[in-house]
């Protein structure tokens, strides 16, 4: 199966800045995602990252606040923006492992990034 | 996207075995009974997926009734290393060789603690 590395595995930082998440995949992958854990909380997807296509959003996720790209097939970036504490959480990068034997839409996660915003 | 219900914790006393059921009465036809466990500072890690009676893997078994509004999670002879969250998903097959998208939605899990 993909490995998934992500980078930072944890930052802190200040109010108002922005920060970029990468996710590097040791294989080529089709279909990558972006989830947002918060503290104490399950996972929440914020978008899906198609190489060579705008990135889909889902409800409650903006482009401006979480810009996203994906310029092959091996790696993606988030951007949190103009972050406030709320935007403190785990980012986790996911791919779809393409094994219809292994199964239906598995998926494999990065260890995720730790945001704190102060 | 059909819903699941699962308990918010367990606890578990080391060797025995867990059983953790999870409700999703909206399931579709095509829709797959898929668990993860995600264990404190690491992403979730699928564990096993069936579609209906039981499947079994080195790590869990996965038993779901002929109605398929509830299945549940087996682990035999618990450890202290399988402290973790538990996710129960319901995850849609169609599109899936067809390269469609397919959004996989996490519930609130189950949250196991193994006591020695």
């Known amino acids: 199966s993909a490995v998934i590395s992500q980078k930072p595995s944890r930052d802190i930082c200040q109010r108002g800045t922005s920060l970029t998440i990468q996710c590097q995949v040791d294989?080529?992958?089709?279909?990558m995602f972006w989830y947002r854990q918060q503290p104490g909380q399950s996972l929440t997807l914020i978008a899906t990252?198609?190489?060579?296509?705008?990135?889909?959003?889902e409800s409650g996720f903006v482009i401006d606040k979480f810009p996203i790209s994906r310029p092959n097939l091996t790696f993606s970036t988030l951007t949190v923006s103009n972050m406030s504490p709320e935007d403190s959480s785990i980012y986790l990068c996911?791919?779809?492992?393409?094994?219809?034997?292994?199964?239906?839409?598995?998926?494999?996660f990065g260890a995720g990034s730790r945001l704190t915003v102060l | 996207l059909a819903k699941t219900t699962q308990p918010i914790s367990m606890d578990s006393y080391e060797g025995q075995e867990v059983n953790i059921t999870c409700s999703h009465n909206?399931?579709?036809?095509?829709?797959?009974i898929t668990w993860y466990q995600q264990f404190p500072s690491q992403g979730p890690r699928f564990i096993i997926q069936?579609?209906?009676t039981k499947v079994t893997n080195e790590v869990a078994s996965l038993f779901i009734p002929a109605d398929r509004k509830s299945s549940t999670l087996s682990l035999p002879r618990v450890s202290l290393s399988d402290t973790a969250v538990y996710y129960c998903?319901?995850?849609?097959?169609?599109?899936?060789?067809?390269?469609?998208?397919?959004?996989?939605?996490f519930g609130t899990g189950t949250k196991l603690q193994v006591i020695p």
């Open positions: 996911s791919v779809r492992r393409d094994e219809p034997a292994l199964g239906a839409n598995v998926l494999t």
């Open positions: 294989s080529q992958v089709t279909m």
């Open positions: 990252a198609n190489q060579g296509s705008e990135a889909t959003y």
């Open positions: 909206n399931i579709a036809t095509n829709d797959y």
């Open positions: 069936g579609y209906k």
């Open positions: 998903l319901v995850v849609p097959l169609h599109g899936f060789y067809s390269g469609g998208y397919q959004k996989v939605t």
